[in-house]
């Protein structure tokens, strides 16, 4: 695994699935190959299938400790398609409601309006844990969304699925990652008007900037190419999105960072708006348990 989540102040990730059936384009996962837990078949059929670990509830259990501040899922998506019949992370979020070992925070990580079938759950362990819910947001075109994800929920209905979160009482973040093409400012908006925390954002992960570790598939590579939108891809227009995001951020009083900064704003309170200052000791729970 990489460093990224390790300097967001994560101390832990649990991952209940290998690979994913939305199988987006741009998913650095199978860049990751090995490094991530794959198999030859994986990466190579990259959302034809899943295989769940079936036991992670259980082991999950055991591994539980105070202070850990844990991330699920940072290789897959935990709502994906296939949730809507392994139904594994009901199991998961009882462990959390149920154990006598309160961890320190437990972030969810997805895309999928399949989460709602689980708010009572997620209600539960809330009061036993800080739990929040991390939602991507990629684009405020359908269009776009089509092209880069089509086995993911249409936008609309992501934003949807963020509204019915935060009316539950659920502490919901819009991550707007990646950035896929859009009117930055409209996303951006969108995300400030949807929310009342921090806004999170993190462009295509490129070589230019990120030397080393996971990146972009070369699927969206292509699809920029052939689209004519290369230049989302450019670390100079990247920042410049960025730069008009936060502007946008800014105006309304609002905290918004991307990259380890940015996640790192799921790590703590809303007022949160900086890295920690000591990490606890690193060691995934996928390592541990799994």
């Not at 935060?166 to 400012?185: K, M, Q, S």
């Amino acid at each position: 695994m990489s460093g990224f989540l390790r300097e967001a102040g994560f101390t832990h990730s649990l991952t209940p699935a290998r690979n994913c059936t939305f199988g987006c384009s741009y998913c650095y996962v199978p860049t990751m190959r090995v490094q991530g837990g794959l198999k030859p078949e994986d990466w190579t059929h990259w959302g034809h299938h899943t295989t769940f670990k079936s036991n992670a509830a259980a082991l999950l259990r055991k591994a539980l400790r105070p202070g850990q501040i844990i991330y699920c899922s940072p290789l897959t998506d935990p709502y994906q398609p296939a949730e809507a019949t392994e139904r594994l992370m009901p199991g998961i979020l009882e462990a959390l409601a149920e154990s006598p070992v309160t961890p320190a925070a437990f972030v969810i990580q997805t895309r999928g309006p399949l989460i709602l079938n689980d708010l009572e759950l997620l209600q539960r362990a809330a009061r036993r844990t800080r739990l929040a819910v991390s939602f991507s947001v990629t684009t405020d075109r359908e269009d776009v969304r089509r092209i880069f994800e089509p086995h993911c929920a249409p936008v609309e209905e992501r934003w949807s699925a963020i509204a019915s979160l935060r009316a539950a009482g659920i502490d919901v973040f819009a991550t707007l990652a990646p950035i896929l093409p859009c009117d930055p400012e409209a996303l951006v908006r969108r995300a400030l008007d949807a929310t009342a925390g921090p806004v999170i954002a993190d462009p295509f992960h490129v070589r230019e900037v990120k030397r080393s570790g996971a990146t972009t598939r070369p699927a969206a590579v292509s699809i920029c190419r052939h689209h004519n939108w290369l230049e989302w891809l450019e670390p100079a227009f990247q920042r410049g999105v960025l730069a008009r995001m936060r502007a946008i951020a800014a105006e309304q009083g609002r905290a918004f960072a991307h990259g380890p900064e940015g996640f790192g704003l799921l790590t703590g309170p809303r007022e949160h708006t900086s890295l920690p200052g000591s990490l606890l000791s690193w060691k995934a729970v996928s390592e541990v348990s799994f």
